[in-house]
């Protein structure tokens, strides 16, 4: 029975994890799609001033980032929106990890030559043509390390998820957590080895990169 149950609280676990780390990456890119277009199309310094302040998130601890969204919710006195949206964990979330979303972008389009563009307006190419029949297809690589890269982020993030995440919203980082706290060190093997194999993605991708290119 106990075995059951613990059975039944891993897989929400993990459906709690896969979707919002799924969620939160293909809302990343999409962002980042747009921030890396807008500085490129415009070349405003103002656009590339705001994309590489953007990066510094990366950088903040997630306990850092979770305590500040915890204190400016209390000074517009609406913390309780944390307790029936996972909104605010998004949020913190796009903060922490929109940047990896964002670098992969801008590199891949750093390939796509203004040549290129030049040649397809030559040939007729409207600009959401050129995007959608030249670009994307050429970004196709950039825009799947950049989802995967946040997933892999996303899915692994514990501060940030322990203050913000609705009550009763446990993730695989949460969980294993929770039970090494209490030194229930079977139970927590499940949930800590999913979260070491999603891990493991990265380095698959770039091993496997590297070594199409030699």
Same mark, same amino acid.
Request: proline share 4%; glycine share 6%; aromatic share 8%.
């Given at each position: 029975?106990?075995?059951?149950?613990?059975?039944?609280?891993y897989?929400?676990?993990?459906?709690?994890?896969?979707?919002? %780390?799924?969620?939160?990456?293909?809302?990343?890119v999409?962002?980042?799609?747009?921030?890396?277009?807008?500085?490129?199309?415009?070349?405003?310094?103002?656009?590339?001033?705001?994309?590489?302040?953007?990066?510094?998130?990366?950088?903040?601890?997630?306990?850092?980032?979770?305590v500040?969204?915890?204190?400016?919710?209390?000074l517009?006195? #609406?913390?309780?929106?944390?307790?029936? %949206?996972?909104?605010?964990?998004?949020?913190?979330?796009?903060?922490?990890?929109l %940047?990896a979303?964002l670098?992969?972008?801008?590199?891949?389009?750093?390939r796509?030559?203004?040549?290129m563009?030049?040649?397809?307006?030559?040939?007729?190419?409207k600009?959401?043509?050129? #995007?959608?029949? #030249?670009?994307l297809?050429?970004?196709?690589?950039?825009?799947l390390?950049?989802?995967?890269?946040?997933?892999?982020?996303?899915?692994?993030?514990l501060?940030?998820?322990?203050?913000?995440?609705?009550?009763?919203?446990d993730?695989?980082?949460?969980?294993?957590y929770?039970?090494?706290?209490?030194?229930?060190?079977?139970?927590?093997?499940?949930?800590?080895?999913?979260?070491?194999?999603?891990g493991?993605?990265?380095?698959?991708?770039?091993?496997?990169?590297?070594?199409?290119?030699?």
């Amino acid at each position: 029975e106990q075995g059951l149950e613990m059975d039944s609280r891993y897989w929400t676990w993990l459906k709690n994890s896969l979707s919002l %780390s799924a969620f939160t990456a293909i809302l990343a890119v999409l962002c980042a799609l747009f921030l890396a277009y807008a500085a490129r199309l415009t070349q405003s310094k103002t656009l590339q001033g705001v994309n590489r302040l953007l990066t510094v998130g990366y950088a903040l601890p997630g306990a850092v980032l979770g305590v500040g969204i915890l204190s400016l919710l209390g000074l517009l006195d #609406i913390a309780w929106l944390m307790s029936i %949206s996972v909104g605010v964990l998004v949020y913190a979330y796009l903060i922490r990890f929109l %940047s990896a979303g964002l670098q992969s972008i801008e590199t891949g389009l750093t390939r796509i030559t203004p040549a290129m563009d030049g040649t397809a307006a030559l040939l007729g190419a409207k600009p959401m043509e050129m #995007i959608w029949r #030249i670009h994307l297809p050429l970004l196709k690589r950039s825009v799947l390390t950049a989802l995967l890269f946040v997933f892999v982020d996303v899915m692994k993030e514990l501060p940030a998820t322990l203050l913000l995440r609705p009550f009763n919203l446990d993730t695989l980082a949460v969980a294993t957590y929770q039970l090494a706290a209490d030194e229930r060190l079977t139970e927590l093997a499940l949930p800590a080895l999913s979260i070491v194999l999603v891990g493991l993605l990265p380095v698959i991708l770039l091993s496997r990169a590297i070594a199409q290119k030699r």
